[in-house]
């Protein structure tokens, strides 16, 4: 809680909670794409799309302090607070402008219900809250920016923004449309932090992660940016904290590490800050590392890294285990080095390759691949029993790699589509650790340092 008095007077106006837009698990169509960027969390809440969630009226009430004592307890109480995004359909496409449908999570719906027990909250029209209590899809509508650096346009929730000859923004009400028959599939977006704000003003900052208030000009330090996206990676399952070793020798897959490529953390949604990959590096290669031991077999499927300053070789030094690499269209060209593996693992046919666009006939068992990341979940989710495909690009699998008898029980025991892998299946395996069948893997290799590499022709 912040202990500064200045913080905590009565105050005789109401207050406004905001939802700023956290990270998004998949691309994002129109111009939130484009606003949207890196997780936002150096910025002045201000220049970061938000939504408007309900406002308090503080003067009938209580002081500040008993306000954020209010939203930390609710949040707590509270599941994961969350928005599902996606475009308005029948919106013509306009180059400036996107319309979207917004649908809150259970957690948000919880939050904002358990909130409303402790202090009185105003549901006001247009504020998320009022979509809630009235069981409607709210619409959300951005505005990109005509010119470099222009921080004059705000994104507004339930509202469409026209920027107006004066240099100001107009938030007239938008009709709110239907989901029926839309042509893209919605994105989730982890919500990390909520803004409190008085007369308009940022005041407060709540961050999700840290469960802690921080002052607005100390929620847009670097520091608290990494601690927030550090408590949040640990929270998701993205970064462990210990090893996760299996006693049985197991074989591991993952894809498409991207390693260095410091523009591949707003492209791929990935919870880094996009000023520091070396974190990004760090974390993914201790997951693989406290997951894979020395008697363990990768195969990886190609983009070990990508515009790094560090040579593949100084990476592969740092990974444990025996690696079957197979070729992906980032990686140096090597005669040697195998464009796709075929196995039968426990009688069922696996096909291991980078890019699924490239089977040139149908193959009579699953393909496990890598390639598209988080980029088309309607064609390539996680586990798509129906095209009978595996997409463990990093992102899909939660940034650890994930054993070839964890997909091999999908296989064999869900028709359902797997957006993305449930890491806490992946815990519970580790818990209870049943024995693996053996799979013998190619005996032609090379040493690079600590890692066996095999490049199979």
């Known amino acids: ?100 449908q917004i649908v809150p999570s259970p957690g948000l719906r919880s939050f904002v219900l358990l909130l409303s027990r ?21 619409s959300f509508s951005t505005v990109r920016s005509l010119l470099p650096g222009d921080s004059t346009l705000s994104p507004c929730r339930n509202t469409e923004m026209r920027k107006t000859s004066s240099n100001t923004t107009k938030c007239p009400t938008a009709t709110l449309q239907s989901l029926k028959n839309r042509n893209n599939e919605p994105v989730l977006i ?11 003003y940022p005041v407060a900052v709540y961050d999700l992660s840290q469960k802690k208030w921080l002052h607005p000009s100390e929620s847009v330090m670097r520091k608290n940016a990494r601690l927030s996206l550090r408590s949040f990676r640990i929270g998701k399952g993205y970064q462990i904290t210990r090893s996760m070793y299996r006693e049985a020798p197991q074989i591991y897959v993952i894809s ?40 363990d077999a990768t195969v990886f499927l190609g983009d ?14 740092r990974l444990h285990g025996s690696i079957f690499f197979l070729e992906g269209n980032h990686d140096p060209y090597s005669p040697t080095m195998s464009h796709c593996l075929l196995m039968r693992y426990k009688g069922v046919p696996y096909l291991f390759i980078h890019n699924p666009e490239e089977l040139v006939k149908p193959f009579d068992g699953w393909v496990i691949h ?13 586990f798509n029993p129906d095209k009978r495909t595996v997409n463990v690009s990093a992102e899909m699998i939660g940034y650890r790699p994930i054993s070839l008898d964890e997909i091999h029980s999908l296989v ?40 066996r590499v095999f490049l199979h022709s």
Not at 190 to 200: N, Q, V
Not at 304 to 317: G, V, W
Not at 433 to 441: E, G, K, L, Q, S
């Open 1 to 100: 809680m912040i202990r500064s008095e200045s913080w905590c007077d009565i105050d005789t106006s109401r207050y406004r909670l905001d939802l700023q837009l956290g990270i998004p698990q998949s691309r994002l169509q129109g111009t939130l794409e484009w606003w949207m960027g890196d997780p936002g969390l150096c910025r002045d809440p201000d220049r970061h799309p938000y939504l408007v969630l309900a406002e308090i009226a503080a003067r009938e009430w209580g002081s500040m302090q008993e306000v954020m004592q209010a939203v930390a307890q609710s949040t707590e109480a509270s599941g994961p607070i969350l928005v599902s995004v996606s475009p308005a359909p029948g919106e013509p496409y306009m180059q400036e402008i996107s319309s979207y």
């Open 118 to 138: 402790i202090c009185p909250v105003i549901a006001s029209p247009g504020s998320l809250a009022d979509d809630i209590t009235r069981g409607t899809q709210a």
């Open 190 to 200: 982890d919500i990390l932090r909520i803004i409190l704000r008085r007369e308009e």
């Open 256 to 295: 498409d590490l991207h390693l260095g490529h410091a523009n591949g953390i707003p492209r791929y949604k990935r919870p880094f800050l996009l000023s520091d990959p070396g974190e990004m590096d760090r974390v993914l290669i201790r997951n693989w590392n406290w997951t894979v031991k020395e008697g």
């Open 304 to 317: 070990l890294a990508f515009m790094s300053p560090n040579p593949p070789e100084s990476y592969l030094r």
């Open 370 to 382: 890598g390639h598209v990341h988080n980029k088309e979940l309607a064609n390539y989710p996680f």
């Open 412 to 451: 064999a025991g869900t028709d359902e589509v797997i957006l993305f892998r449930d890491l806490s299946q992946a815990d519970e395996m580790v818990r209870d650790d049943p024995v693996v069948a053996n799979c013998r893997f190619p005996e032609k290799g090379y040493d690079a340092g600590k890692a």
